[in-house]
């Protein structure tokens, strides 16, 4: 067998070296997780970020409410999604000095299509009251004058010679102008006459 050159022996073994250096490096390459392996990770990084947005941006969606009551401007109002009912009678320009804010929370989120009646001071100084329903669901007659400003429809629905329909032009006249400003404001309602006045003066108050 012909002597191979020294020459040719350290080229072998350079080509021996590079094709281990190849394989080496072809198997590590191999072994990598791929580029594309941080697309779900992103991904759902991203989902997260999208369901953020999200409740953000159903917490800054407006809301519509009706502010009543001893407020400076009764009305109609839109406010963001999870303000909170001091905004609300901020929005109506404040209480009135007749406010009783005691008797309202002013911390409680407010809902959209939702009524917040700031409650009037009773002329004793106390809040004024609703008469409590019975234990069949009803509101009973009421042991102490009636606030024509808090009173629902069920208990005005309770007042001698008012019914019903009578009590819901109650509402809708308290609606209209912010509430009464006297006893003697009722007898503006339609359907509450002279007569009828007379017998529910001693039975309501503002």
Known sequence: MPDVPETSRIQLAVYALALCAIVWLG???????????????????????????????????????????????????RLRAGSRVQEAVRSAGGATSRADLDGLNLAGKVEDGRQIVVPRRAPGGSAATVAPASAAGSPSVPAAPVDLNQATLEVL?????????????????????????????????SGIGEKRLAALRERVRV
């Open 27 to 77: 198997a590590r390459y191999l072994g990598r997780e791929p580029v594309g392996s941080g697309a779900p990770a992103a991904g759902a990084q991203g989902t997260r970020s999208g369901d953020a947005i999200q409740v953000r941006g159903a917490d800054t969606g407006p809301v519509t409410i009706h502010v009543a009551g001893a407020v400076r401007h009764p009305g109609v109002y």
């Open 157 to 189: 629905d309770t007042l001698d010679g008012v019914g019903p329909a009578t009590a819901r032009k109650i509402l809708a006249y308290r609606e209209e102008h912010g509430g009464f400003g006297s006893v003697e404001e009722l007898g503006e309602v």
